[in-house]
């Protein structure tokens, strides 16, 4: 069998395993110890992704519709809203969003 004997006066690299360690699985660091790794993640950036998600939410809605702002505005100054069967109606939309 021929083989390349090194290139330019730099010799092979020899294997990082001996040749009669095929098969074998690596030896663990700590044999039956069981540790796992950890992670903590701080209640700061806790908080940093619940924004996130938040601002995330907030964008992907549509923008703010005037007309239908400016209507509700003179829906509660004529005190539509008052009445029982208008105030049930409004309570239950805002519940689907909760």
Not at 42 to 67: C, Y
């Amino acid at each position: 069998m021929v083989g390349i004997q090194g290139i330019g006066g730099v010799p092979e690299p020899k294997p990082d395993r001996p040749e009669n360690a095929r098969g074998q699985s690596a030896p663990a660091a700590e044999s039956g110890s069981g540790s796992q790794d950890d992670v903590i993640i701080s209640n700061q950036a806790h908080a940093a992704a619940r924004l996130a998600e938040t601002i995330n939410v907030a964008q992907s809605q549509p923008d703010i519709r005037v007309d239908r702002v400016e209507q509700a505005k003179e829906a509660i100054e004529r005190g539509d809203y008052k009445n029982p069967e208008i105030v049930a109606q409004v309570a239950a939309r805002i519940d689907k969003h909760l």
